[in-house]
């Protein structure tokens, strides 16, 4: 007999789900969210729906990744800096020419043995090969590319990389609402929740008709419902 995901959690679990998917969804803050569900009658700490963030988006993510489409076969690879405790770490991305996010890594480096971490990390959990992968000219690319083999692959210049670059936004945003990373290990558990998520609701909403994007938001609110239930068929 399955177990309920929120077995032993005395809030209802639609209350949780509320709050974990206003905290992914929108660039808000626990303190944010916490305001907006005694908004609407219900009185959580913000220290508790951290934790139901911290449990439940991985959970959530995985879910999301199971029934997730193939992604497109061009990938484009970047990557950003940032602090975590006063020391540099780096951001490694990777989305397709849709701007689905594919992966996202946190490391400490930023050389060929970090770029050969995150390619074969997305090799072995996209289930699809690369048929293009875009990089900008830094050289651990090329390195990296050419020890799996997949220097033929390799596609440089100009702004082809945009599609990369510009990913890098929302997590910026978020970024600056949390006031920085706490630690690599939870940059990298709610990146990774994040990432994909965000794939969900990502409707490209300049490029489609009114009509086709409420197709699409309510398309996307029936997944998010079925992946978020207590027991995931």
């Known amino acids: 007999m399955k177990t309920s995901i929120y077995s032993r959690h005395r809030f209802d679990p639609d209350i949780i789900r509320r709050a974990v998917w206003m905290n992914f969804r929108f660039n808000l803050s626990f303190r944010d969210v916490e305001e ?12 508790t729906i951290r934790r139901w963030v911290d449990k439940f988006g ?33 951001l490694w991305r990777a989305v397709d020419d849709e701007g689905t996010v594919l992966d996202v890594v946190v490391q400490h480096r930023r050389n060929t043995k970090a770029a050969v971490r995150l390619l074969r990390k997305l090799l072995r959990n996209q289930g699809i090969k690369p048929k293009r992968i875009v990089t900008d000219r830094l050289g651990s690319y090329g390195a990296a590319l050419k020890l799996l083999g997949l220097k033929g692959l390799h596609d440089v210049g100009g702004r082809k990389n945009n599609r990369a670059e510009c990913s890098h936004v929302p ?17 990298q558990k709610l990146l990774s929740a994040h990432g994909q998520i965000y794939n969900l609701f990502n409707y490209r909403r300049h490029l489609i008709s009114r009509n086709t994007l409420r197709k699409f938001r309510h ?13 995931c068929a």
């Open 36 to 47: 907006l569900m005694i908004e609407r009658g219900v009185d959580v700490s913000y220290e």
């Open 58 to 90: 991985s959970t959530y993510a995985r879910r999301i990744k199971s029934r997730s489409e193939s992604p497109s076969p061009v990938w484009h690879l970047d990557e950003v800096y940032t602090k975590i405790n006063g020391k540099m770490v780096y």
């Open 171 to 187: 997590i910026r945003r978020r970024e600056r609402k949390a006031q920085k990373f706490r630690s690599v290990h939870k940059a």
């Open 219 to 231: 398309q996307a609110n029936l997944e998010w419902n079925s992946m978020t239930a207590a027991i």
